[in-house]
């Protein structure tokens, strides 16, 4: 072999490892309580907990540092290959208990996102300020999930003074956390249940929050930054087989802003989606309702359109929608959170 065909060898195959090492989404997962004493839906026993930790070790899985790795993509740079990230919401007591000392064994950065007036009235099953700033000092991310962990967006008229009294009780989160926990606190905030607007998400975007929700599917750089997918791992989700299928996925390239507002009046609320581009998508597109089969349609090449048969009742509901990869084993995976809030319009 020639130097010159040698080195063109060595560059190319630098190059393909270089390629497989740059990953473009984050699949984030959100956990409640590790213990066998809360309720099962929201909960993981420490067994399960560790079951997934090794899962993520053994299937090539980089559990990142999520403040670090959310700032490349939100720059439009490359992440590692694999990124998962692990958050928990509330900061309940077990967390420290029995999820920290797990995630120290296999030396995994994680998120707590907890809602400030239960630390500070000292709730018997929720952590307490010294032990957040245990955690906080051991390099976890502390974030805010508002102060009385409200439904933020279930009020009606949601006017400028809805508006102004729901920052108001963000921005009170932000400042408890600041000043218990000094420096390293970011601009981060985790809706209670997931429920969000868009005149709530662009407020907080001009304030510079970032918002993570609780509808399942992975991060992009034209992911919504004010309402960030979480994959659920809890309860009915905890099963490590349906959970690697979620793991492997990657974000459909959805345009967001042309999304439809997450609270709406409607029974059967429409979802019309764009694609920046689906050259992998191997053929049809499966979506579910409330986890039910449900016929879509394509509009257009790049437009899909899914809407609800039956009519759905208060509250909040899930569209999901995956297609097969052709290019590998894996799933691209969109989901639409839906809160039918308000007078019906049938
Ligand atoms: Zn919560």
């Not at 345009?255 to 989606?273: C, F, H």
Request: proline fraction near 4%; charge should be negative.
């Amino acid at each position: 072999m020639s130097r010159l065909k040698r080195f063109l060898t060595v560059l190319v195959t630098l190059m393909f490892s270089l390629a497989a090492q740059a990953g473009s989404h984050i699949n984030i997962l959100v956990y409640h309580h590790v213990s066998e004493n809360t309720p099962a839906s929201t909960s993981v026993s420490p067994a399960q907990f560790r079951e997934h930790l090794q899962l993520l070790q053994d299937n090539g899985f980089n559990v990142v540092d999520l403040e670090s790795t959310l700032a490349q993509l939100q720059r439009g740079e490359t992440v590692p290959d694999n990124a998962v990230a692990i958050t928990f919401d509330d900061g309940y007591h077990n967390i420290y208990d029995n999820a920290w000392p797990l995630l120290k064994t296999f030396n995994f950065p994680f998120t707590v996102f907890v809602a400030t007036d239960a630390i500070d009235q000292q709730y018997s099953d929720m952590m307490s300020w010294d032990q957040l700033r245990d955690m906080h000092q051991a390099g976890v991310t502390i974030a805010n999930h508002s102060s009385d962990h409200g439904y933020l967006v279930r009020h009606q008229p949601r006017d400028e003074q809805w508006l102004t009294s729901t920052i108001a009780n963000i921005e009170h989160a932000q400042e408890r956390l600041e000043e218990e926990l000094g420096s390293g606190v970011p601009k981060w905030l985790a809706y209670p249940y997931g429920e969000f607007s868009d005149a709530l998400a662009e407020r907080l975007q001009t304030l510079n929050y970032t918002a993570f929700a609780q509808h399942s599917g992975g991060v992009w750089s034209g992911s919504d930054f004010q309402a960030i997918p979480r994959f659920a791992a809890a309860g009915i989700y905890a099963n490590p087989k349906t959970l690697l299928t979620k793991l492997q996925s990657r974000p459909m390239p959805v345009d967001e802003a042309q999304v439809s507002d997450m609270v709406t009046t409607q029974s059967r609320p429409e979802l019309v989606a764009t694609l920046v581009e689906r050259n992998d998508f191997a053929k049809a597109l499966n979506c579910f309702v409330d986890g039910a089969w449900q016929d879509s349609s394509w509009p257009s090449d790049l437009t899909f359109r899914v809407q609800s048969d039956t009519d759905l009742g208060e509250g909040r509901h899930r569209y999901n929608c995956t297609a097969k990869a052709r290019s590998g084993d894996f799933y691209y995976w969109y989901s639409k959170p839906w809160l039918i809030y308000g007078q019906q319009d049938r």
